[in-house]
Nanobody, 112 residues
Framework: QVQLVESGGGLVQPGGSLRLSCTVS???????MAWYRQAPGKQRELVAR???????IYLDSVKGRFTISRDNVKGAVYLQMDSLKPEDTAVYYC???????WGQGTQVTVSS
């Protein structure tokens, strides 16, 4: 299994921005990567996915606000989050796509 460590979460005001980082042990060459999130009382959902060719898809509610990117050489995946809303509050997880074992995630809280 690939080992994933998420970072960059925190408390931010509505309208603010955060950049989440995912450091990956092992290669991510040839592997689709994704960001997921899970809000309290809700199921985990796919937020964004990026293919090996950098094709991206997004959850409709974050489209235009979030941007996923990857650096295969560095072994990292990023999620730039702009215009954050309270409903974006969740624990965010990085993973392969399809998902494998889950890490601890990073907490994102959007509140004034």
């Amino acid at each position: 299994q690939v080992q994933l460590v998420e970072s960059g979460g925190g408390l931010v005001q509505p309208g603010g921005s955060l950049r989440l980082s995912c450091t990956v042990s092992g290669t991510i060459f040839g592997i689709y990567m994704a960001w997921y999130r899970q809000a309290p009382g809700k199921q985990r959902e796919l937020v964004a996915r990026i293919t090996t060719g950098s094709t991206t898809i997004y959850l409709d509610s974050v489209k235009g606000r979030f941007t996923i990117s990857r650096d295969n050489v560095k072994g990292a995946v990023y999620l730039q989050m702009d215009s954050l809303k309270p409903e974006d509050t969740a624990v965010y997880y990085c993973n392969e796509y399809p998902s494998t074992s889950w890490g601890q995630g990073t907490q994102v809280t959007v509140s004034s």
